[in-house]
């Protein structure tokens, strides 16, 4: 059978630029195409929480990252009258070894992606390049493109990930319809650089102004947003002069203190995909699901999307895992997106109501219950690989210890699965597991008290199985209970994926 290339991955973001970069650490041969001829200058995304920056350290990027980040320490909501209805910290240090909210320029994190790609053997991205049709058939998913030459060619490949964006043409093309979670709004996004300070209290400040509902986020460096509600008499022209901005902002931002270098009128969306995946074609990204900026959420699941899913393709075409591995991105990954994109959906309509009896009636229930409003807690995957219900912990994210020599737990386990076991239980197992561990490169086992003590005691168990994408499998308390949960492995007797390191406890000690 004769494939140009393991995955085509469409769309030349973050998310499909990440995805490469995931492939390309893992070994699978891969090639992204973009439709546009250079890197798009200005920023959309802002936001990584916790998870998102801990999916940097598998791929040697999360310094780097880190340099390119500013914790959001300060989140506020206030009303008409400008009395703050809610105020938080974020930011703050959390069991993944990130702070919490974290705020960047997007195009400095596409620059060091997309170097990360140029330097990495077995992949590419194909700047310029459009796709124009897409089919599959027993040889493959078959991509017909354009190339910057105005030239057609077919590519194929054995999976195509679509990570072309909220207008997908991906899943355009499947004609896969988008469940509809929230109500479209038109609001003006204003992007620019800061002349001193601007009078506003607060990272992120959600402005809920009848009058105009707006977001003011302040960004690294100088740079700072507002996001403002357009409304039916506005003249979308004189909205996005200067004097316009200063006007929608009430003076936050006027010609005096603020240049702007990027003012676009886009719409909030809420919307997950009906179908995450058609034969060897995955979404993922806004192609998959689209959430209204409320909570960040939006890069972060598509970040979400791509470590879910690279480890399993990774297994799958080192023949250690079984093709049905992939089902369980969309039953792991589309409960968990839909659920913030729910949230984010639900906090929209609080914020961006004009309405000014459903205002006073949201002031009234912010004063009385400020707890109910604070940023939801993180859900647990779908049904999938891990234990679900029968265990609190499984299908939920691990914490993540910071080891006594100052290194994060991620940065000596890689990419494989970890079972972090007490010393008595691993010493409970059958000789025949024990060596079956030792012999199995996909595992990490860690039993030093140093290394796992805060992660057991996160889960409450004597033993407790990671995933690479550092979700929980499940945990143990006796011999029989591990054994039960490795028997739940996906890896089957094909050819041994190559050694990152030596699994033994001395090395890593």
């Known amino acids: 059978m004769s494939r140009d290339f393991e995955v085509l991955v469409v769309g030349g973001g973050p998310v499909g630029v990440k995805t490469l970069v995931e492939l390309g650490h893992a070994g699978v041969q891969a090639v992204g195409i973009e439709q546009w001829p250079e890197m798009w200058k200005q920023a959309r995304a802002v936001h990584f929480d916790a998870e998102a920056m801990r999916s940097f350290q598998p791929i040697g990027l999360a310094s780097q990252v880190c340099d390119l980040t500013t914790p959001m320490c ?18 703050e ?25 140029e330097r990495l053997p077995g992949v590419e991205l194909r700047l310029g390049t459009e796709l124009l049709g897409i089919e599959e058939d027993t040889e493959g998913v078959h991509c017909r493109v354009e190339t910057p030459e105005g030239t057609q060619r077919t590519l194929t490949a054995r999976w195509v990930i679509a990570c072309d964006g909220a207008n997908s043409t991906v899943r355009e093309a499947f004609g896969i319809s988008l469940e509809n979670l929230g109500v479209d709004d038109p609001w003006l996004v204003v992007d620019g650089h800061l002349h001193g300070t601007a009078d506003i209290e607060g990272d992120m400040v959600a402005l809920g102004r009848h009058s105009r509902p707006a977001l003011w986020l302040r960004l690294p460096g100088d740079r700072a947003r507002i996001e403002l509600k357009v409304l039916p008499d506005d003249d979308p022209d004189e909205i996005i002069t200067s004097e316009g901005i200063a006007r929608l902002s009430k003076g936050l931002l006027t010609p005096e203190n603020f ?3 990027r003012r676009s009128i886009y719409t909030f969306r809420a919307r997950v995909a009906d179908t995450w995946r058609i034969g060897n074609v995955f979404l993922a990204g806004d192609a998959a699901h689209q959430a209204p900026p409320l909570f960040g959420q939006g890069l972060c699941a598509g970040m979400r999307d791509v470590a879910n899913l690279a480890w399993k393709i990774r297994l799958v075409a080192q023949g250690r895992a079984p093709e049905s591995l992939l089902d369980t991105y969309e039953s792991e990954r589309r409960p968990h997106a839909w659920y913030w994109v729910n949230e984010a959906a639900t906090m929209a309509n609080l914020v961006q109501t004009t309405d000014p009896a459903i205002a006073a009636r949201r002031d009234a229930h912010c004063r009385a219950n400020p707890e109910t409003v604070c940023p939801p807690p993180a859900p647990a995957l779908g049904p999938g690989l891990h234990l679900g219900q029968a265990d609190p912990h499984a299908g939920r994210i691990s914490a993540q210890p910071m080891l006594p020599d100052g290194q994060r737990l991620d940065d000596i386990v890689g990419r494989r699965f970890l079972l972090a076991v007490t010393p008595e239980l691993l010493a409970g197992l059958p000789a025949s597991v024990r060596t079956a561990l030792e012999d199995e490169p996909e595992i990490a086992v860690l039993s030093s008290p140093r290394h796992i003590r805060e992660l057991l005691d996160a889960v409450e168990s004597s033993a407790v199985l990671v995933r690479p994408d550092r979700y929980v499998l499940g945990t143990a ?3 029989a209970e591990v054994e039960g949960l490795l028997d739940l492995l996906p890896l089957g007797n094909g050819r041994e994926s190559r050694r990152e390191m030596t699994r033994t406890e001395e ?3």
């Open 259 to 261: 240049t702007p270098d």
């Open 74 to 91: 300060h989140y506020r909501m206030e009303n008409e009258a400008g009395e703050t209805l809610l105020s938080h910290v974020t930011g």
């Open 477 to 479: 308390r006796t011999p």
């Open 93 to 117: 240090w959390g069991p993944q070894a990130w702070p919490g909210e974290n705020l960047f320029h997007q195009p400095e994190i596409d620059a060091l992606l997309r170097a990360e790609v």
């Open 507 to 509: 090395t890593v000690a």
